[in-house]
């Protein structure tokens, strides 16, 4: 009998296989309470996915090399399971430092594919950001995607760059950003620009501060409530007020 010939296709079969049958119904109608999107959900556990994740990609590395690991991951990336999408991350987190610009442009057409904010995050903050923190000169695709009509196109421009801030990197870019997605109605843009904006207080409160006091009158409620989290009591109820 002929071998089997191995290839991307295969071996992403296999692994959503093996998310099938080692997921939990209950865990996965938990899931779906977080969402408004309707999800469909293996019922993975994030911590459990990534030692299995790890293990694929020490197995698939070591036997075929990382360009063939992105394949596989590229063909998870393309599932509607919200564990399949999550799985390509966890097996790439590891070797961003060895992307370079082709992987990014890679990653940033995967924006196409998004169906919540958990693969979202998972794609944006452990991929993205950091090669955007790695490489400056990347920061300038958030301005394209801000002026997105997707959704997660306009969230990944806030997510991006949060790696960055927190290196305080970035900060005329996030104050630039902010000019364009301040008046967002969508909620997942707030959030996305409040995390951003948040990071930004944490890492630099003394530049950031007085910027949250300019835009105050004007920026969305919810954007302010999550950018003043961490900040002391007085200083956030004077940003409230």
């Not at 843009?189 to 949250?212: C, F, H, I, N, S």
């Amino acid at each position: 009998m002929p071998k089997r010939r191995i290839t991307p296709n295969y071996i992403a079969a296999h692994i959503r296989r093996v998310l099938k049958d080692g997921g939990s119904a209950p865990h996965a109608e938990d899931v779906q309470w977080f969402f408004k999107e309707e999800i469909k959900s293996r019922g993975w556990y994030t911590a459990e996915m990534r030692k299995v994740a790890v293990r694929f990609r020490r197995a698939i590395v070591r036997a075929r090399g990382t360009d063939f690991l992105l394949e596989v991951a590229d063909k998870l990336f393309r599932g509607r399971v919200l564990e399949e999408k999550v799985f390509a991350v966890l097996m790439l987190e590891q070797l961003v430092d060895k992307f370079g610009d082709p992987d990014f442009r890679r990653f940033e057409s995967w924006l196409a594919r998004i169906s919540s904010w958990a693969d979202h995050d998972a794609l944006v903050h452990n991929l993205i950001a950091p090669m955007v923190a790695a490489k400056t000169a990347r920061a300038k695709y958030v301005f394209l995607w801000a002026k997105s009509p997707r959704r997660w196109h306009r969230r990944a421009a806030c997510v991006a760059l949060i790696q960055g801030t927190r290196q305080k990197l970035f900060l005329p870019e996030i104050k630039r950003l902010s000019s364009f997605l301040l008046l967002d109605e969508d909620d997942m843009v707030q959030k996305g620009l409040g995390w951003l904006l948040r990071e930004t207080a944490k890492a630099d409160p003394k530049q950031t501060v007085p910027y949250l006091l300019k835009i105050r009158q004007k920026a969305p409620r919810l954007v302010l409530r999550t950018a003043c989290e961490t900040l002391p009591k007085s200083t956030r109820a004077k940003i409230l007020a």
